[in-house]
């Protein structure tokens, strides 16, 4: 079945310094999702790209989509300490049901 | 509106008891999930339904049954809970639209078995 693998699963940052997540996919996405979930919370909806090679960004967080449709990354510039949380991925294949495959997240800590 | 709210919040069980985790949603979704969080394991998909009155199996199905008699709400059932269900779990609708739409997640129900 299709699988969502995404590294690294932890990442130990000082505040302001960049951070990068990636997400591939065994297999070539309609489309890719990404969440936020704050510790002892929900995952939260981020955005969702659509088209081969898009990049979308939202005020420090730029997300990008493969030209193959089979990777993704999320990139946050000079993070904050309100940026601690799990990031997912997660892809989507043309189904019955808008069903969605997670990546196992990546669990950024920032330093103040 | 208050989303996607999952009853209870905690619970604990012993091996071998059943019990009914209830999720409503009023956003007049479509589309309910039944996800189990474990760490390091991202979300996997338990059961989904894409209307009222039909359930489907996802990726980790066994030990668990649902039922979906009215659209806003999405019942996990645990008829003999094992050790190996302790988990967190999570409920999440989506509405029916042409491209894939977001997921709205509930607050998550703490699951211990022991």
């Known amino acids: 079945g299709q699988q969502v693998m995404q590294i690294p699963q932890y990442q130990h940052v000082q505040e302001g310094e960049d951070f990068t997540t990636y997400c591939n996919s065994s297999t070539t996405l309609s489309n890719i999702q990404w969440y936020k979930q704050r510790p002892g919370g929900h995952p939260v909806f981020l955005i969702q790209l659509v088209k081969s090679g898009e990049v979308k960004k939202q005020k420090r967080l730029t997300f990008q989509f493969g030209e193959a449709k089979k990777n993704s990354s999320l990139h946050i510039t000079a993070t904050q300490t309100t940026d601690v949380g799990t990031y997912f991925c997660?892809?989507?294949?043309?189904?019955?049901?808008?069903?969605?495959?997670f990546g196992g997240g990546t669990r950024l800590m920032v330093k103040p | 509106n208050a989303g996607v709210t999952q009853t209870p919040k905690f619970r604990v069980l012993k091996t071998g008891q059943s019990m009914t985790l209830l999720c409503a949603q009023d956003?007049?979704?479509?589309?309910m999930y039944w996800y189990r969080q474990d760490p390091g394991m991202g979300l996997r998909l338990i059961h989904y339904s894409v209307g009222e009155g039909t359930t489907a199996k996802g990726e980790v199905p066994d030990g668990y049954n649902v039922s979906r008699l009215k659209k806003q709400n999405f019942l996990l059932g645990l008829e003999s809970a094992a050790p190996s269900q302790t988990s967190v779990y999570f409920c999440?609708?989506?509405?029916?639209?042409?491209?894939?739409?977001?997921?709205?997640f509930g607050d998550g129900t703490r699951l211990s078995i022991l």
């Open positions: 999440a609708s989506s509405s029916l639209e042409l491209h894939n739409q977001p997921q709205h």
């Open positions: 997660a892809g989507a294949v043309n189904n019955a049901g808008n069903m969605l495959t």
């Open positions: 956003m007049n979704h479509e589309y």
